[in-house]
């Protein structure tokens, strides 16, 4: 049985979280806070979340756990076949990491956790969301899903990055970065009446008032 090594804050974390359910594959969660111990980094090099523990050992970096899942183990698969729209649907995945999710996760301590961005920070997050949600306009099929017809790696980027990157946006900028994709609003109500989603949402809530302490002892 797998492992899964992490915390269900961690949107990263709740991306594989939800393969994994998506699939119907038995794991096991198993806490783990990001930490530079021996311990941790024995587990993860860079003493990072998630980490998938497998029989021959750990699997780092979610990337490359959701397409080892995907290689290793059947269920319903969440990459196609034919190789062009594979790319396609990594290459979504890839732009809604580095130029959604990052530029808000700069943004994350001001938005969330009640600290100070540096102006400077949140206006080249600001300007790289606008350009990052103007690229997923253009690339993304919204038919009904981000890739297309299926569910995909690709949905589990935007489940887990686009409505923290809409709440940096409102919070921090009063900008809806939605507004002129009512498609996309519309796949995250779809996605929100998963059932499996539905479930991460609810571990996610009830873990957020630990996390919050936590990171309120740390100030």
């Known amino acids: 049985m797998f492992k899964l090594y992490g915390f269900c804050v961690?949107?990263?974390?709740n991306m594989v979280k939800l393969a994994l359910l998506e699939k119907g594959?038995?794991?096991e969660e198993v806490m783990f806070l990001p930490t530079q111990t021996p311990e941790s980094l024995a587990i993860s090099p860079r003493g990072k979340v998630p980490v998938l523990g497998v029989e021959?050992?750990?699997?780092?970096?979610t990337s490359v756990i959701l397409e080892y899942i995907e290689q290793a183990q059947k269920g319903k698969p969440l990459?196609?076949?034919?190789?062009f729209e594979r790319a396609q649907v990594l290459a979504l995945a890839k732009e809604i990491e580095l130029y959604i999710e990052l530029p808000a996760r700069a943004c994350f301590p001001e938005a969330f956790f009640g600290m100070t961005v540096p102006e400077a920070i949140k206006?080249?997050?600001k300007a790289e969301l606008l350009l990052g949600f103007a690229s997923l306009a253009r690339h993304g099929k919204f038919a009904p899903y981000v890739a297309g017809e299926s569910l995909s790696i690709a949905d589990l980027y935007f489940q887990y990055s686009v409505p923290l990157a809409c709440g940096v946006a409102h919070k921090?900028?009063?900008?809806?970065?939605?507004?002129?994709?009512?498609?996309a609003k519309a796949l995250l109500e779809r996605l929100g009446e998963n059932p499996n989603v539905q479930r991460v949402a609810?571990?996610?809530?009830?873990?957020?008032?630990a996390f919050m302490a936590m990171i309120a002892a740390k100030k």
């Open 10 to 13: 961690s949107n990263y974390y």
């Open 25 to 27: 594959l038995p794991f």
């Open 56 to 61: 021959q050992g750990y699997i780092n970096e």
């Open 79 to 83: 990459l196609p076949n034919e190789p």
């Open 123 to 125: 206006e080249k997050s």
């Open 172 to 183: 921090l900028f009063g900008i809806d970065l939605l507004a002129e994709m009512p498609k």
């Open 202 to 209: 609810a571990e996610r809530e009830a873990a957020m008032p």
